[in-house]
């Protein structure tokens, strides 16, 4: 508080002192502290001796604060720049005392400094060396010894560096030196010019700059994507496919249509009719054109009829159902071609019959692997824990969505890095202390979440062989519908 006068906050003591503010930091280096300080020291003995001291204790905490103020040259600039209309201006005069600072334009010279004994002049300096000048002052020195070279003796300068760090604008990082001029007055000839500036290849030649690298959204989309695939491949070190870089720079867009439901009737008239034939239409049209489909729906019946197009089309399914605290990713199994599967026509039977002591539900190669209406049936590894989610699926704790979205793309981009993609065999929890089969780790069937215990496990079922919406009868009925 600059008040003598003001109020003393509660269970605050005052101390009073004086402000030294000098203008530069020339002034403030040349200031005699020392004087300063025996002044002080010299009243508060003084203020001891008489015993005023004893009447007003406070006297006794007497601070000096010595400063240097640069705003009055900040204002003084900027009041330059308003003058001539910019809000910079390269070069410009100064003069200056503990007191007070003056500034002129360039082309006031001659009047501003009568006797030309010692100038001070300011260059508005872009560089950001704590020691040195930057480039814009070599030509502004050449022309102040063309012009003034013969009468200058000393000359000042002041290189002006006017940043804005953190929101706040400072004028701190400011230098001032001195320099001895040539005399260039009498010279007509070209001083010798430093003109390139070493390219990338260290030669003396031109730059080029691709500007399409920074202003086009698609190339800083790849170079973004670019980044964090070299970043991630730095940390896993083996060697990862980029093929989903390409994904990501697609652009996205956007249908809106009704999906078909079972149970939800659809033949009101003949426009009803031929909108819903028109959805499906385009529905299969979809995901036929895509290699994954993400079922990301709040019921049951409208996973159906997408489930029943990608199994009939052979597509990728990555599937996440919501619960309140409990979600369920999981990719659905994946058919093969219809030659090679001629002789497994049963998968149950045939995973029955392979059964190796180990548990039914492990080692499940992706073909066999069951979809989201395949476990009504088929009850998953772990039974007591992980019951189907749909019917709570109105109200989610909030971060529930994100995290189960997330896993449903990690889910995704794990089985594209595994050599056989959706036919890789199902991890399970019990692989968690194995050697991962990909680089980025396990490719689980199932992910089941459960936020109130923090706690994911990853069962995986087997394929039913009368799913309503996978198995080979349905798949075929829908091929010929
Ligand atoms: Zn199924």
């Known amino acids: ?29 040349t200031i005699d502290k020392k004087a300063l300080l025996d002044k002080a020291a010299s009243e508060i003995w003084s203020v001891i001796q008489s015993g005023a001291a004893l009447e007003d204790s406070s006297i006794l905490n007497k601070f000096i604060l010595l400063t240097f103020a640069i705003s009055s040259l900040q204002t003084a600039y900027d009041n330059l720049c308003a003058s001539s209309g910019t809000t910079a201006v390269p070069h410009f005069l100064l003069k200056y005392t503990d007191e007070s600072v003056e500034v002129a334009p360039l082309k006031d010279l001659n009047s501003f400094f009568p006797d030309l004994k010692k100038i001070t002049v300011g260059v508005y300096d872009p560089c950001t060396l704590p020691q040195h000048p930057g480039w814009p002052l070599r030509n502004f020195l ?29 004028i701190r990082h400011s230098i001032i030196f001195r320099v001895k001029l040539p005399d260039l007055t009498a010279s007509a000839v070209c001083p010798k010019s430093v003109g390139w500036e070493k390219n990338a290849k260290g030669a003396m030649g031109p730059r080029s700059v691709n500007l399409s690298e920074c ?39 956007g249908y809106n249509m009704s999906i078909p439901m079972p149970g939800h009737p659809v033949n009101f008239s003949e426009l009803t009719m031929a909108q819903a034939r028109q959805d499906v239409e385009q529905l299969e049209k979809l995901i036929s054109e895509h290699d994954v489909v993400f079922l990301l729906m709040d019921t049951r019946e409208s996973r159906w ?14 599937n996440a159902a919501l619960g309140f605290d409990t979600f369920v990713v999981m990719r659905h199994g994946l058919k093969k071609p219809k030659e090679s599967q001629s002789e497994e026509s049963s998968p149950m039977s045939h995973a029955f019959c392979s059964l190796s002591g180990a548990s039914l539900f492990s080692n499940i190669p992706g073909h066999r692997l069951g979809c ?36 449903a793309v990690e889910l995704m981009v794990s089985v594209l890095q595994h050599l056989e993609g959706g036919y890789a065999v199902a991890s399970s929890s019990d692989d968690r202390m194995n050697e991962p089969p990909t680089s980025l780790g396990l490719v689980p069937h199932q992910i089941r979440g459960f936020l109130s215990r923090f ?14 919406a996978c198995s080979p009868i349905v798949s075929d009925k829908f091929t010929c519908f």
């Open 215 to 253: 202003m086009d959204p698609k190339r800083l989309a790849e170079s973004s994507v670019d980044l964090n695939l070299k970043l991630m491949r730095w940390r896993l070190v083996c060697f990862l496919y980029v093929i989903f870089c390409e994904y990501i720079i697609q652009n996205a867009e």
């Open 455 to 468: 706690d994911n496990v990853l069962p995986a079922s087997l394929a039913f062989d009368k799913c309503t």
């Open 1 to 29: 508080a600059f008040d003598v006068d003001g109020a003393t906050p509660a269970r605050c003591c005052p101390a009073s002192g004086t402000l030294y503010n000098t203008n530069t930091l020339e002034a403030f280096k």
């Open 142 to 170: 050449v022309l102040l010894a063309k012009k003034w070279g013969s009468q200058l003796d000393v000359l000042e300068v002041l290189c002006f560096r006017d940043r804005t760090l953190q929101g706040s604008r400072s």
């Open 372 to 407: 989201y209406f395949c476990n009504d049936v088929v009850a998953p590894g772990d039974s007591t824990r992980d019951r189907t989610l749909d019917q709570q699926c109105t109200v989610s704790r909030p971060g529930l969505a994100m995290i189960a979205g997330a896993l």
């Open 305 to 318: 009829l997408p489930t029943v197009i990608a199994a009939s089309q052979r597509k990728l399914i990555v």
